[in-house]
């Protein structure tokens, strides 16, 4: 079990339930230290306070806000522990949305949320079943280490799910960034349907994992070992941009290459292929639309 955060209360109307919040993630990352290129010697960051001069040791460093007169306040951790707001050991459920209404970009990061103590079992109980057969998530607002958020309550594995939310005006707007007047040919789309469905076909999520970790350990451990490190892959070949490319002769060039990486899905695969040729028509299903894969 992860190590507690804090504990709080999640109310909604007179409902008030005990909990405790743990941190759900962790990353996971090879440690590396800022070093003397020319000697391995490790470089390190000193708090010098710009005044006089002294080095100042982390429990004397605060937190401080500069006015546009050039005014400083200092905020003392008491300070930050105790802003007038409802929220800081509250989590104050605000209602209830389905799930598919809270687009993901919004998500930042994830906490358990667990009963604290035997009275809150049952309310915990409760508000997870109900969520669970509702198919709908909590939008709360909290206040996580110092700072308020937004934030939508679900259940994962039987467990309620913290999860904060970036706030509507920090996410930037897409507003150009996609093409348009791009016209697609039905014959595209499906050919592209059916290659998303090859490669899903055996694709495991759990079974993941962080290559980029990897690959710096093997050069870390060659670099210990005096060998020469591992090095890049040779890179897949792009077009020169502005290049017009032959859409559908890459895609049936990524079929065949699905059929080798995916072979349980290696008889769609082909059946696809020869629908989708030249000159040759995937039977329509009723309704006169083309039968899917």
Request: overall charge negative; proline content about 9%.
């Amino acid at each position: 079990m992860p190590n507690p955060i804090a504990k709080m209360t999640v109310s909604f109307s007179l409902v008030s339930i005990p909990v405790t919040v743990y941190a759900a993630t962790g990353r996971h990352t090879v440690p590396l230290h800022q070093v003397h290129a020319a000697d391995g010697g490790r470089i390190r960051q000193k708090r010098v306070c710009e005044l006089d001069g002294a080095e100042v040791p982390f429990e004397d460093v605060a937190r401080g806000y500069e006015s546009p007169d050039g005014r400083t306040v200092v905020l003392t951790r008491d300070d930050l522990a105790d802003l007038p707001l409802a929220t800081t050991r509250e989590i104050r459920v605000l209602g209830f949305l389905d799930a598919a209404r809270v687009d993901p970009v919004n998500y930042d990061k994830a906490y358990y949320l667990g009963p604290s103590n035997p009275a809150g079992a049952r309310p915990y109980a409760l508000l997870r079943q109900a969520m669970v057969e509702a198919d709908q998530v909590a939008v709360a607002r909290v206040a996580i280490r110092t700072r308020e958020c937004l934030a939508v309550l679900r259940v994962r594995e039987d467990v309620i799910v913290l999860q904060t939310l970036l706030w509507p005006d920090e996410i930037r707007s897409a507003a150009g960034i996609a093409p348009e007047g791009i016209e697609l040919r039905p014959k595209e789309v499906q050919l592209a349907r059916t290659l998303m469905d090859a490669i899903t076909e055996d694709f495991q999520p759990e079974a993941e994992h962080d290559e980029y970790a990897h690959a710096l350990e093997q050069v870390v451990e060659a670099r210990l070992a005096g060998l020469e490190p591992p090095h890049a892959p040779e890179s897949r070949v792009l077009p020169p941009g502005g290049t017009v490319m032959d859409l559908m002769a890459v895609l049936e060039r990524a079929l065949a290459d699905a059929q080798e990486q995916h072979p349980k899905s290696s008889g769609a695969v082909k059946s696809t292929s020869t629908a989708t040729q030249p000159g040759k028509k995937a039977a329509p299903a009723k309704g006169g639309r083309p039968r899917p894969t």
